[in-house]
Structure formats: structure tokens, C-alpha cells
């Protein structure tokens, strides 16, 4: 059975980890190939440790159907016709604005859409109350909403953390 490892020798590891780590700034001399492996490895990890991690998990599942629906539509005529793919650089702003969303709208239902590779993502309130916001791969967004007999549109610019908030009011309006 393992022995536990102490909390000082975890100490030692961190700092020697961070070393190492501080030191890949200097170019590879490896001379073997499990130097070169090695140093591979810890580049991707010294990497990945420097992103920043968020812990809220609000959007989880909004931006894990967005994963899944790349899966579908990364590919031209993924609708069987003409379809252009949908762009990574969509996806990820598409990411970005699940993200900004605020805590008190919920999350949208997403469609691709096969005229431009955009995603739509449509909130729904009940009858003839829906407001769409089409992301492509600019920073423009393109809106529009129905309630009742009045329908609403145009265009804003996202910038990756502020939606505008003519666009959040109506969507807040259309869920109510």
C-alpha cells in the first residue's frame, strides 16, 4: 500500500517544480530523447498552469452544447446542402458571450444557422415572445425580437466581456 506523502515533501516538489518551470524560458539542450520529451511535456504544462482557471460553473452546460454542436457543423455542407462550417473563432465568441451573460437570464437554446455559419441563440417566453441573437465570427451581433405584435431588431458590437444593454433589457423582457 502507498505510504501518504508529506505535506513537506509536496512543498519541495512545488518549489522544484516552479524552478524548472521558470527555466523553460531558456531554449531546449536536451541531448536525449526523454530530455526532449521531457521538456516538451513541461512546456505544455508551464502553459496550462498560467491560464487563468474560473471556478464558476453558471454555463457549464450551455457551453458544453456549444462543444457539442461544433462536433455537428465543423465541417462545409454539414447540412447536407451548402452549409458553410461553423468557425472556431464563432464558437469561441459564442463562448464569450454565454459568459458575459448575466446571472438572472437564463440559458439560450442554440441553431446553427446554414446561410453563414453563424450560431443563433434564441430565448423563448411564451407566445410570440422570442428574441434571437446571431454570433459569427466579428465582433457583431446581430438581434431581433418578437413580442407580441412588436418586433424589435439590429445590430451591436461585443466586445468579449460588456453586452449592451438595450440587447440585455429586451432579452430580460422576452423571459420574464
Not at 116 to 124: M, P, Q, V
Request: proline share 6%; hydrophobic share 35%; no cysteine.
Amino acid at each position: 500500500m502507498p505510504e501518504p506523502i508529506s505535506s513537506i515533501a509536496v512543498f519541495g516538489l512545488m518549489v522544484g517544480g516552479s524552478t524548472i518551470l521558470t527555466n523553460l524560458n531558456r531554449q531546449n539542450q536536451s541531448v536525449s530523447e526523454s530530455g526532449e520529451y521531457l521538456y516538451v511535456q513541461a512546456s505544455h504544462f508551464k502553459k496550462y498552469s498560467t491560464q487563468p482557471v474560473s471556478l464558476d460553473t453558471n454555463r457549464y452546460d450551455a457551453i458544453a452544447d456549444i462543444e457539442e454542436l461544433l462536433e455537428e457543423v465543423s465541417q462545409d455542407g454539414w447540412d447536407g446542402d451548402s452549409a458553410p462550417a461553423v468557425s472556431e473563432q464563432t464558437i469561441a465568441n459564442v463562448k464569450a458571450f454565454l459568459s458575459a451573460l448575466p446571472d438572472d437570464i437564463s440559458d439560450p437554446e442554440f441553431a446553427p444557422e446554414p446561410k453563414d455559419g453563424a450560431i443563433s441563440l434564441e430565448w423563448y417566453g411564451g407566445y410570440r415572445k422570442i428574441a434571437s441573437v446571431s454570433i459569427h465570427d466579428s465582433q457583431r451581433v446581430a438581434f431581433s425580437a418578437l413580442q407580441g405584435t412588436d418586433i424589435t431588431n439590429g445590430a451591436y458590437r461585443f466586445n468579449d466581456d460588456h453586452i449592451p444593454a438595450p440587447l440585455l433589457s429586451t432579452i430580460r423582457e422576452i423571459i420574464a
